[in-house]
């Protein structure tokens, strides 16, 4: 825009010296110091100084523009890359905490298999009826209730074992088109929705558990071959095994010699 108003200009006063005669030329010189010419002159410089300014001015306007695109696009890409690195790790956090759910559950149901094998079972035909009642109360219906939220999980359980990481590390999709994380947590949630009524049978044996620190007393104080026989094999069957978890029996743990509410 400046160029093309130093054009208009400078053409403005070449049209004017042109118009005037070679005796009004020299007058014009003689008492305006160079008329006409001089003026053409004197604006050209001061045009191509302006002009020089303001193409600098623009450069620098233009170089502050692409710093400043530059530093923006730099920023949206550090947004991105942390963005993409905060879902990844709620991706894996996310598939800890199934797979923790799980592996808890497991756990949890073998030690009730091996009170219920080792403890409940074999002590029902050597302590009496109101003593095994009071120590074990309804610890067999709740490994059937586990057992039954066993069966149901397995889907969960199975697509995690076969889970594997594709090419985006983030991808939460298992092997041969297995369920997400995200499905097996509907899995896990909908097995525990099915059957949380029945966990209400925690309320009778937690109620029933103020009664087993006395069965315990008075077993110890019995010391009864056949009850030492049958838990002593429980023990050497428990340290015989990967595990070094003692098995709780009913709130209470076998130690050699004795019972205890440990």
């Not at 923790?100 to 949890?108: D, K, M, W």
């Not at 586990?146 to 090419?167: I, M, Q, V």
């Not at 097996?184 to 097995?191: D, F, G, H, L, Q």
């Amino acid at each position: 825009l400046a160029g093309k108003a130093i054009m208009r200009r400078a053409s403005s006063l070449m049209r004017a010296g042109e118009r005037l005669k070679p005796s009004q030329l020299k007058a014009r010189q003689k008492t305006a110091g160079g008329g006409a010419n001089d003026d053409f002159l004197s604006f050209v410089t001061g045009a191509h100084t302006e002009l020089k300014e303001a193409l600098a001015a623009e450069r620098e306007a233009m170089l502050r523009i692409s710093l400043e695109m530059a530093a923006r696009a730099e920023a949206e890409a550090a947004s991105a890359a942390s963005a993409a690195s905060a879902a990844e790790t709620r991706a894996r956090n996310f598939r800890e905490l199934i797979d923790e759910i799980l592996a808890t559950e497991a756990t949890y149901l073998a030690d009730l298999r091996f009170v219920v094998s080792r403890f409940c079972v074999p002590l029902r035909d050597v302590l009496e009826p109101r003593q095994h009642n009071l120590l074990f109360c309804n610890v067999q219906a709740l490994e059937n209730l586990h057992a039954k939220l066993e069966g149901d999980l397995a889907p969960a359980a199975a697509d995690g074992e076969a889970s594997t990481r594709g090419d985006d590390e983030t991808s939460t999709r298992t092997e041969g088109g297995g369920r997400s994380d995200e499905e097996r947590a509907e899995v896990i949630a909908k097995a525990f929705h099915t059957l949380a009524p029945f966990f209400k049978m925690y309320a009778f044996y937690s109620a029933n558990y103020s009664n087993v620190p006395q069965v315990l007393a008075k077993l110890t104080e019995a010391a009864d071959p056949k009850v030492e026989e049958i838990l002593g094999a429980a023990e050497e069957r428990n340290t015989s095994t990967s595990s070094k978890k003692r098995p709780h029996c009913a709130g209470g743990v076998w130690k050699r010699g004795g019972l205890s509410t440990e």
